[in-house]
């Protein structure tokens, strides 16, 4: 695919499991659709906004990468295209993952790779179906959420030696670090997959405030022998609005929306994300992991 690095990448976080995590959903309602992410990870992290426009017959899009490897095109960990396709992923704990030997290996950008090929989710799934994840030693142990302007959405999860397709059964769907097809018993009421599915299945509209909620409830941060960790950017694709919602460092007060065919039209460029948020807020005290803020400890508990 032209401009797309082929080297293989795998997608994994170098964190304990409590940081390692990422929350992904999405809320159709009343003719509009959201997909919305949070990416929980080290605030080193040089995060990038990475717009290619229409060419060479693939679609103009916008994604949220990572620069992985110095000159080599960015990862696209979160991508939207002109047609209304949205694309993220997810952390899951290792398992054996399916290997094919027959099809082509996943490589480095592929997330960006469906965007700039599919028009829908049906397309993006039926384009995965013909690639195998990678071989060792370059695991991917993750599963993806899709959604599409005209409401379609799903999470796609390697397990059992398939590719499972879970659809949404209702007006929202909701991953982060567990399985779906193969639930984790050992998650708790409060966990992020069940605080934010209680939110969203209270939800009477799909409007980018309500998506906000969510996101800061079952957003993280923290440290991790020192550095400073938690949702370091999160997102709101609105789909059928047209306009990508920008969120950096937890600062839910103060997003940078960008209407899509505007920034498109600019023409291919990148940018760091820092740089657009030129006035992050403090780095706030104590901690919010996994089921929610941790009261701080006190005297000989230090």
Known sequence: MHGLTPTIVAI???????????????????????????????????????????????????????????????????????????????NVPATDTPYDPDKPEIRHNFLEKIVAECDTVKQAVALLRTYSLPRAPHLAHVHLMLADAAGD??????????????????????????????????????????????????????????????????????????????????????LTGRKVHLYYKRDFEHPLTLDFDEEVAKGAHTVELRKLFPGPVAFEPGERYEDGPIAPKTGSQK
């Open 153 to 238: 959405s799903a999470i796609l999860e390697w397990v059992d030696g398939d590719l499972k397709v879970i659809r949404r059964s209702g007006p929202t769907q909701i991953m982060t670090n567990s399985l779906l097809s193969k639930p984790n018993a050992s998650e708790g009421p409060n966990s992020r997959l069940h605080r934010g599915g209680r939110m969203l299945a209270e939800l009477k509209e799909a409007s980018v405030a309500s998506a906000v909620s969510v996101l800061k409830e079952i957003s993280i941060h923290g440290r991790y022998k020192g550095d400073e960790v938690g949702s370091v950017e999160s997102v709101v694709f609105d």
């Open 12 to 90: 994994s976080l170098l964190m304990p499991a409590t940081l390692a995590a990422c929350s992904v959903f999405s809320i159709v309602m009343n003719g509009q659709v959201l997909l919305a992410n949070n990416n929980d990870n080290s605030y080193t992290l040089n995060m990038l906004l990475h717009v290619t426009p229409n060419r060479d017959g693939l679609w103009g899009r916008i994604c949220v990468s990572l620069e992985t490897v110095p000159g080599w095109v960015p990862m696209g960990m979160k991508c939207v295209n002109e047609k209304g396709l949205a694309i993220t992923h997810a």
